[in-house]
């Protein structure tokens, strides 16, 4: 097996420690502040002598169900292409998102279910808990295989805080749409992962250049991760949308965006690619950015050509960003982006929310009809008009990016401190230092049965 | 890496064209045609003063994400079993799936929901679209590896039309039955991609023979496929099947049948096997067979005992399909089948629409009571007697095998135009004519550092 | 290729003959006893005449896939982690699943839905069904690689019929509540698991020590199980609850549980791991025992800071468990357990037993209102003091594990019968010897293309 450093007690005992401060935190607070809010509570439901059928859980769980799987299941495995980090990816992934569901449970909790003294929870705060665990985990594939974990759940304290701060001005300060989170979450989640990755620069990253591409099967293992993003992300902007329509339609738009992100991805990768060849960067990312493109538009009446339109356009830039853009963003801008965040992300979220700002901007009381209130409950009371809405999106995703950038920026500080336990530059994107690794492959297994100490 | 030939610019260049003419012709149509309906309509939707419970989307979206992790992890993943095809059979399905899904929004939107020169879409169409994939997608595991990608779209754009029109005939002029698609998805996927293979069948294709099989992991791959179809299957036959007692029965009778066909498979496999071993390949596709055989009678009164003999006998034929049949197939008949789609879903196809034809004769109003109105609504009219429904199940039967091997022809006839790129038959079965692909283990890829374009 | 044994033609044919007699057996029972239920019978149902929404299927079926998914996507990959036993870990869940959901539901049925002569099935016997299959899942893990299909399949005949008698006395007799199973699945098949495989004690089991362990691929494959268990646990613990305000609040506190229980995962695992790394095993496994403790407690007012605290406990015990208790489990009691389901089931099941007991004493009317009813009926008809009831489910993991016990020993003595095939010491967790096994590598399954007998 390859050389690996001993760490001294104290970077050993980093990891342990900070996950038994924070959940013994989380804990307290959860017994303190979080109870159950009268669709989880056995009596506060049954006083209400309510039809079971009429519980949230209906509506929304299934959805629920599809987003978790997309956190889980799909950004763990797509981040799993590096050929030596399969391990961090998928378990760093899990760490990471498992502590964010508690702590934006929190955070997000103060913020928008907050009732007396206590945090309700139910259904809607479960899907709002892996919303912002996504945006988490976008920023991790910007600095995927160069941190520690214990970095990384630095940066999730951090963040989630940031987060539940910027979705708590977008959503109820400005009360500008964005159901699927195309600046909440994207937007995002890209760029403060990304000026969080230009703080932390290395310029000797070279040293590990040889794992930082794929083999393969990782190439396969990726491939899960993006085809459950694919097919669950209807329900992901879905989920939290008006009841009814608002769903269907939300669901409907996303899943036509996506076809056309696919189609878009293929023509340029093909395009661009030496003698013709498709890269399989581009289909495991690019064909995604349908998606996020109409994450904020989705659940507006964008019709279906809308929604095709925006695909197409979206997995186009995004094939283009990973071809042309990632390079220059680390040679010239000193950012590396381990997964191309910005590509699938960054340009497609931003992307989403100026097509936010069209769409609402061309809202009319014709088109809405009685809906109108739904979606856009400002326009239908005459308190905005349309371009008023347009403008207060549009503001919207300068908030975000200022909250991003300055949080990223802090973050990068925050994980920069030289006690902190981080893989030196040439043992990145290599899981043995952080995870008991065995051997490749049957034989070697065999050879090393003396030391593996499997259960 | 192994030798790979250079395609000319006019080669090269097929591809992105092709995607993007087709992207642009479904996108224009979709502006021209298509329009949300009463229950994705914001404005349409509240003017009718539902309850949200009501719309479509709570009785249909759980079956229908479901069907979509068949199309596309299930059947993506089903045909990766190959040792150096994973990227074309993944990425492969990916891109025909989200062309299918767009082109037959337009074609089966013209036969079903064409209302006021608008085709009218919403979760029902999603359902149908992704069914008309999932034929496609079977007649690909027909020809898979010996076709280009450009070949695939073109086969989609016929299938598609020849798809939409054989189930118009039968669903809307023989008002036949066939909710899980026994005859209209399987028999006619089935027939139609073995017809097209026998037109471009390959005598040399023994030259590519040393990657038509699988390695330890492929199989594991595969196995991802088999499983999400097998678990999901009671949700695609029942996805489309009448409210209430419908959806829920022909669950029933999809699980039950799929139990008896997994446990027909591993007798059958260990019978016929070398030293009584197992095949993986029985197990990956014969043990889906009950799914396939069900397809068209799982919504009627099949009863629990019927689900599992059906299984039973769909799981045996299936097995020894693979086992006898297929090398007949390829020897005699000059079909190379490269899945056996012939076992799968070609004979449990069309025994599914015989059992269809049984049970639909054997319908009483004793049985059914007021439900046959849902099941058999001619029958329940008195416009048909119940063998009079089952004469026309028949005769389904055999307008499916006719539009698909007529389909299937002209499909070959197209497929073999000789300017569509095409790989060579040395290079059947092999990733590396289209796709960009990275070592295989980890010092391989370490020692082409230079040449990787990894973003 | 390796060394295989032929086996006699009596040894080859028992696998066939067996699944052949035990489909035969349960079609005609079938046949006799098994008919639709209320909800699944066209008659009945439209009889009845109900609003489709309120048929069971809409409230429990996406459960029962989350379920369903749980059972042959978790359990099935989860175990592939051998090197060398994929093809078996995978392959023979997908066998012993698929009879345990036909005999289950014929026992189950005769236990809990038999009405004037036959069994009654829907959703809810699905669910059940699966649940059974879980139980004999468990007890695999415990002798997983060392055990041949046909023991397998007499395993399952008998434990399925105890684990209906004992869920039997527990949920109808003592009127104990276990909605998650945590005594009737989790203890009762971990227990019946450990005492087979103490029957079945290899002495000479070290000869096959260099394929019990993982390699670098495989680890990743067994991920897969681990992520999907984990995200559809919440589903598991509620799919058989009280609807409303039962599933959802079942749900949501499974939920923080495996938050907890993954934060206490990864402490402890690199707080005892070789120099601060990290343990798959340990992520693999003991992040899961956060679902397992809270089986029986989830449904009643847990609240959320109990399910965080419970989850930490057992994810804590469950990691412990690996690194210190399986040595000495095998060297000591002579029970080898291949995926430590002590660990996993055992402990942690046996805690969420007396969790139940804990919560249930807790119990008042005021906490539960007129929800008390629906978790508690027998306290809110004031048949049962709070204390009353906590005794009976102490009492309920009494009986659990004690018919554990006692089938365990009794399968043990079943599965040691001479005639059965068994895989000799050498050849434990070894594909090959009831698989057709291909090359591991490229250039091994093209060096065997003359002996390749693939389809």
């Known amino acids: 097996m390859a050389w690996s450093p001993r760490r001294s007690a104290g970077r050993r005992l980093q990891l342990p420690l900070l996950c038994l401060l924070l959940q013994g935190a989380t804990a307290i607070l959860f017994a303190v502040f979080v109870r159950y809010n009268s669709e989880t509570d056995a009596a506060l439901w049954h ?35 590096l050929q030596r980090y399969g391990f961090g990816s998928v378990g760093f992934t899990f760490l990471l998102a498992a ?22 929870v139910g259904v809607e705060s479960m899907i709002n808990a892996d919303f912002c665990a996504g945006a988490v985990l976008i920023s991790f594939g910007a600095i995927l295989g160069k941190t520690g974990p214990v970095q990384l759940l630095l940066m999730a ?26 600046m909440t979450i994207h937007t ?94 581009h289909v495991q990312n690019a064909a995604l950015a349908g998606g996020v493109v109409v994450g904020t538009s989705a659940e507006m009446m964008l019709t279906p050509f809308g929604a095709l339109a925006a695909g197409f356009l979206a997995g186009a830039i995004s094939t283009l960003g990973y071809k042309f853009f990632t390079p220059i963003l680390e040679s010239k801008l000193k950012v590396q982006d381990t997964c191309g965040v910005h590509n699938l992300h960054g340009m497609p979220g ?13 809202a009319t009381h014709e088109a809405y009809g009685d809906g109108l209130e739904s979606v856009f409950p400002l326009i239908a009371e005459g308190q905005r008009s349309a ?14 990016l200022t909250f991003a950038s300055v949080g990223g ?47």
């Open 350 to 362: 931003a992307l989403g929310a100026l097509l936010g700002v069209l769409v609402a901007g061309l």
């Open 409 to 455: 920026g802090l973050g990068g500080l925050l994980l920069r401190l030289p006690i902190l336990d981080s893989p030196p530059d040439s043992q990145c994107y290599e899981d043995q230092i952080y995870w008991e690794v065995p051997g490749e492959h049957e034989h070697l297994a065999q050879g090393s049965e003396e030391t593996e100490t499997q259960a």
């Open 188 to 281: 995002f989640g890209a760029y403060f992962g990304l000026i969080l990755s230009r703080v932390l620069y290395r310029p000797q990253l070279e040293k590990s250049k040889h794992r930082q591409s794929s083999i393969y099967h990782s190439d396969l293992f990726a491939m899960i991760g993006t085809v459950f993003l694919w097919i669950f992300w209807p329900s992901f902007n879905s989920a939290p949308t008006a009841l009814g329509d608002g769903q269907h339609r939300t669901a409907l738009n996303t899943y036509y965006s996506l076809t056309a992100s696919t189609l878009s991805t293929f023509a340029l990768s093909a395009l661009v690619g030496g003698d013709g060849r498709l890269d399989m960067v």
């Open 47 to 81: 006083w209400g002598n309510h039809s079971n059928a009429d519980n949230e859980f209906y509506f929304r769980y299934p959805s629920f169900q599809d987003v978790h799987a997309m956190i889980f299941v799909g950004f763990g495995f797509l981040m799993a292409f």
């Open 157 to 182: 304290l951090l963040e989630v805080v940031l987060f539940g701060l910027n979705e708590f001005v977008l959503l109820s300060l400005l009360e500008v749409k964005d159901a699927g989170g195309s």
């Open 99 to 120: 502590f964010a569901l508690q702590w934006s449970t929190l955070i997000q909790g103060f913020f928008h279910s907050f009732r007396g003294g206590y945090i309700l």
């Open 387 to 400: 371009t008023s809405q347009a403008m207060h999106q549009l503001f919207g995703l300068f908030v975000t």
